[in-house]
């Protein structure tokens, strides 16, 4: 639990979500992953977990399955095809959507991307100073401190608050406000907030326990025995999948983004099917990487 008692700052928004299940049909982004079709090959799975993370997050309206989407794609930094579909959200019109690509970039950058750093403190910059601090919190995880000065003036309250303080700040967001207070305020009125997840702990998993008020020793538990490694947590991962809470799968099929073998793509697998729409975006997402590194690792040794 001690994750859940460390500060962080930061903000972007999750809910427990949950769709219809989805059916096989020709013109659903769903059909080829549905447990009516055992035989595909992981070829075509991989095909059908991207088409539905890519609608996820830019074929509906929903602000709740936008966000879970891109939480999915947060485990797959350095691949391009995530890489874009996260930039382009880090630019939407919809604040919510914009801090929770803010988050998964810097979930990426930590695990791949090259790119997102630069990206993100672009957004120190950003008008709304809801993002601003969303950037500066998730680049200051990264060990990037160039957005240092909002956290400051925020940690300090209005004790900083005098203009000329803001004045002087690097940052135009920051400039807006008339005392770091003001900010801090701004951050706590989101409806719906979610602290950065720690390292070690993926952006599901930490959005979970947030929305329960971290409650789920279950959840909590998958998250530290996740690093190991080990043949023993490997298998309680893979028994998580088919726990009855919804944040125990969810977590699980996070974690087991960074392990490899059959049983572990089997597991993963079975929640390409799962009820929860969150769950299936993470399960999709960790799909992709299982098979992805496994191919590496396969041409790894035939030279």
Not at 136 to 154: C, F, M, Q
Not at 163 to 187: C, D, E, Q
Not at 238 to 260: H, M, N, P, V
Not at 268 to 290: E, P, Q, W
Request: hydrophobic share 40%; with cysteine.
């Amino acid at each position: 639990m001690r994750y859940l008692c460390t500060p962080f700052v930061l903000l972007a928004l999750f809910s427990t979500l949950s769709l219809p299940t989805l059916h096989a049909q020709a013109a659903n982004p769903d059909a080829g992953i549905v447990g009516d079709a055992p035989d595909l090959s992981p070829a075509a799975l991989v095909n059908a977990a991207w088409t539905r993370l890519e609608n996820g997050v830019t074929g509906t309206k929903n602000t709740d399955t936008r966000i879970a989407a891109i939480s999915g794609l947060s485990l797959l930094g350095g691949q391009a095809r995530a890489e874009r579909l996260v930039g382009n959200a880090m630019h939407d019109p919809d604040i919510d959507v914009r801090l929770a690509a803010i988050v998964a970039a810097g979930e990426m950058a930590r695990n791949g991307s090259r790119e997102f750093p630069t990206e993100i403190r672009n957004q120190l910059n950003d008008a709304d100073p809801k993002v601003a601090f969303t950037a500066a919190s998730t680049l200051w995880k990264l060990n990037d401190p160039s957005g240092e000065d909002i956290l400051l003036a925020v940690a300090q309250g209005e004790r900083s608050g005098d203009y000329n303080f803001w004045k002087g700040s690097k940052h135009n967001a920051s400039r807006t406000l008339h005392s770091p207070s003001a900010l801090a305020k701004i951050a706590a009125q989101q409806s719906m907030v979610i602290l950065v997840p720690p390292v070690g702990m993926g952006m599901g998993a930490y959005g979970y326990l947030k929305s329960t008020g971290g409650t789920s020793p279950q959840v909590t538990a998958i998250t530290q025995i996740a690093k190991e490694h080990t043949d023993p947590s490997k298998k309680a991962l893979i028994e998580a999948t088919k726990t009855k809470d919804a944040g125990g799968r969810l977590a699980a099929a996070e974690a087991l983004a960074t392990y490899t073998g059959m049983d572990t793509r089997d597991a993963l697998r079975a929640l390409l099917t799962d009820g929860k729409d969150n769950v299936r975006f993470t399960a999709s997402a960790a799909y992709i990487h299982n098979v992805g590194t496994a191919a590496t690792t396969g041409a790894k040794k035939k030279k």
